[in-house]
Structure formats: C-alpha cells, structure tokens
C-alpha cells in the first residue's frame, strides 16, 4: 500500500499529555500524540492498554483527568465504534440509521454505500445484515459526516480474515481518495500492520511509535508482545506485503 | 377484604344513574392514555426501561399520601413525586457503584412501602387503596380527562419535539454523542416525560399495571411495524383496543376494570404471535 507524503501534512488533531483515572485505576499515564492530515495512524496493544480510554478522550466522550486535546479549527470527526448489536426490538432500516442525525438525499446515501461496498441493502433491517456488512455501514455513517479524520475503533472486529484483508484495503482507499486522516484502533496485529503509517504502541503510555517496520523491531514492541507473537507477525506481515488489491468489488460477506 | 366491598358498594351505587357518561369517560381516558403509552412504552421497550417505568410508578403512592397531607391536587401530587423520583434515578444512573436493576429495586419497594407506612400513621387519610394500586377508570371525572388529555398532548409534544435526537442515542449514545446530540440532557427531558406519562397512566390502571400498558402493547406492534414510528402508532393502536375490549368485558362480567385492559392487551400480544408476521 502506498503511503503519500504526509510528513508536512497540515496537523488536524494533537493529544498532550493527556492523563485519565479512572475508578479501576489510571487508564492513560501521560499519552501525546499527533495525527496529521492523509495519514493512517493505528494504535496497538493489549487489551486494558487504554485504547478506547484514549480514542474517547479524543473524540470528547471522556473528559481526561489532566492534559488536553486540541483540534484544528473546523476539523470534523467521523467515528465508528466498536461492533455495535442494536437490538431486533427496534424496527430500523439501514437507510434510518444512516440519517438518524440528519437528513440525507437518497443519491448521497447510494454514493456512499457504493463507496464502502455494500449497496444492495440499503432497505433491509439493520438487525438483518452480516458482521461484515454492519462494519462497512458503521463506516458508512461516519464518511456521511465528510470527516477530516476518521476515528475507527477496531474496526474489523468479528469479520472473517478475507473481511479484514478487504475493510483494511477499503480503509486505505478512502484515505486515498478523500485525503483524510484515519486514526484507528486494534488490538488485532497482523493485518493491520500493513494497511497502516505509522503505529502506536500503547500500554497506558506510548511504548514506542514509527512505522510499521522500525517498531517491529523495537525492543519495547518485542517487550509489550511476546516474543512469539511478534516473529509470527513478522512472517504474517510478509506475506501481505505481496497482495495489492485485495479488495476489488467483491460483494460482501452476506450470509 | 372490606375495603373491597366498600368500593363495590359505592361502585354499584353511582353506576345506576349515570352509566352512559361514566363509560363513556372511562372510554374516552382510556384511549387516552392509550395513545399517550404507545408512543412512549415504544421507547421504554427500545430503551430496556420497563424497570425504570416500575420504579417510576411505584413512587405514585407517596404522591398520593403527601397530596393529601399537603392538601393539594393528588395528581400534582403524583406528578411531583414522579418528576423527584425521575431526577433521582437520573442522577443515580451516572455512579457505578451499585448494578442498575438492584439500585431500581430498592427504590421501588422502598418508595412503594413509605407510601404504605405513611398511609398507615396518618389517620385522618382514608383512600381507596385498591384504586390506586389497580386503577379506576370507571371513577374518571371530568377534571381526569383535563389532566389525561392536556398532560398527554404536553407529554406527546414533547416527546415528538425530542423524537430525532431521543431515538439516536437509543441506537448508540456514543455515536449520537460525537455526531452532536446532547445526550444528558434529552435523557433527563425523557426521564420526566415519562415520569408524566406514568402519573397519567396511573388513572387507568394503576401503579401496579403502569408498565404492562407501557410495554405489552409496544411488544405487541413490533411484529407489524417496520420503522420506529409505524411501531409507536400501532403500539397506541393496540391500546386502544385493549382499553375498548377490557372495558367491554368489564361492564359484561362485571370484573376489575384495570386489570381487565391488561388481559385484554396480553391476548392481544399473544394473538399477534400466532398472526403471520409481516416484513421486518
């Protein structure tokens, strides 16, 4: 996947020293990071690491114990959350729930399925669709919002391993196409490694941060995942690193 | 049980003269919180609330009593009592401390036995309990049906005015959240509009059955709607009916009339599940 230039890539959204307690304990120790426009940044680690602790701050769902997140002015945030269940009590289509916030033309609601790959249902029951096709509507959601910054929240979450091959491929197209920054999370590592810029590794702090390779081989990744994971990771990440278009107009899933 | 009989008495007694108007009140105030609890059991079913609406109407007692200590107008008093009770467990959702459903529990029965306990000491109060916990629509007065009718247009308004926003953060808090909806406060907006809605309710079937006719009838248009608002019309629809056909076999067979409206909404719902599905 080619990764653009995005070193001077205007900066839509900066995390300083960002602290959190919580009743548990603390979630965050003092986390900083940047996230620059057309760039894809994932953070990883595991699980309890603070992950979502830290996509919440930054989307303002969580107000931080100490430190602050800035904004660029006018950035618009596009979120997905994790995999959500809605319940087969409350009868909605997937064209309600896309327009839940706000009224949208039926063309821009067409154009943006056709974008994720999932056209065909959006007259079904959201109750009734795949895992696969739920996480292309999630994202649906968020592009409607024309976002500078997408906010994924481990967005390949119950999808099949062709699934995640396919949303990650999605994923890097959008950014391709629309000049977006994605910011996502996973606690998932193989594949993401190779759809992603650069890689933040978490563990209540930032252990270490780069591109995928530079981290890979850093002790303090080695460190936060066992030694066996990564060398695993290592032969995983090789083998995608041979598959170019992974995605092309295969239908979803559809079970 | 003598309290029973004396209502029975009184019952028999004013029923004679005027049987035309007083059905036709309690026709005209069932239907009206009928259409009132679709809408509005709609959200309590979406919402998993059925306790909350429980916890809510439990609390009416009080309302009552202190009505009567305080000697103002006993619905205000409920509605009051309601409205705390609704900021209560609003506040109360945000500690973490003790599980939901447990927290509801004590303060159901917690409230529900002050009421009892208060009933009790003060001697000067001589209500028909049995009304309040089961309902008499067949007592409906005009000055009732103001209140069912004014409350319930106020309560529907709103809830109509809150609907958009109400309805995304049921499918997802944190995604209506960031796309801008202010969720603390259409949460507390919904809580007293419910606390409203089940102080009116409270006329026709008492405090005990507020949340049957908030949900039975709810679940009963699930089958049959395929959008949010198709199933709170039929949901109000299902109520109605259920208030005409518990009325009816009320006055047939003489039995309690709340209860009677229950029943008759839960052979609704079962009905509709032996009906053939429709879409979704």
Known sequence: ?255 | MPTSTIIATTRCAERKPTVDNFLLRALLGGIGVALVAGPFGSFVVWRRLAYFGDTLSHSALLGVVLGFLLHVNLTLGVIVVCQVLALLLFLMQRQQHIAGDTLLGILAHGALSLGLVLLALVETVRIDLLSYLFGDILAIGPSDLLWIFGGGTLSLAVLAWLWRPLLAMTVHEDLARVEGVPVAQINWAFLALLALAVALLMKVVGLLLVTALLIIPAATARRFAATPEAMALLAALCGCVAVAGGLAASYRWDTPAGPSIVVAAALLFVASHLAPRCRT
């Open chain 1, 1 to 255: 996947m080619t990764s653009p230039n995005h070193d001077g890539g205007e900066i839509l959204a900066t995390v300083e020293e960002v602290r959190v307690q919580l009743a548990r304990g603390e979630a965050l120790a003092g986390v900083s990071l940047e996230i620059k426009r057309g760039e894809i940044v994932t953070i990883i680690g595991p699980n309890g690491a603070g992950k979502t602790t830290l996509l919440r701050v930054l989307l303002g769902l969580l107000e931080p114990t100490s430190g602050r997140v800035r904004l660029a002015p006018g950035v618009r945030i596009g979120y997905m959350p994790q995999r959500i269940q809605i319940d087969a009590v409350l009868p909605l289509s997937v064209r309600r729930f896309l327009t839940l916030t706000g009224r949208r033309s039926d063309a821009d609601l067409r154009r943006v399925l056709a974008e994720v790959g999932a056209p065909a249902v959006i007259d079904s029951p959201i109750q009734g669709i795949s895992g696969g096709e739920m996480q292309r509507i999630l994202l649906a959601k968020a592009l409607l919002r024309n976002p500078d910054l997408l906010v994924l929240d481990e967005p390949v979450q119950g999808v099949d391993v062709q699934g995640q091959v396919e949303l990650f491929g999605l994923i890097g197209r959008l950014r391709q196409e629309r000049g977006c920054a994605v910011l996502m999370v996973s606690h998932d590592l193989h594949l993401v490694m190779a759809a992603t810029d650069r890689v933040v590794c978490l563990n209540r702090h930032v252990c270490c941060t780069g591109t995928p390779e530079s981290v890979q081989g850093s002790q303090a990744f080695v460190e936060l995942f066992s030694p066996q994971v990564v060398t695993n990771l290592a032969l995983y990440a090789h083998q995608h690193d041979h598959r170019h278009d992974p995605v092309r107009g295969k239908e979803t899933d559809r079970g």
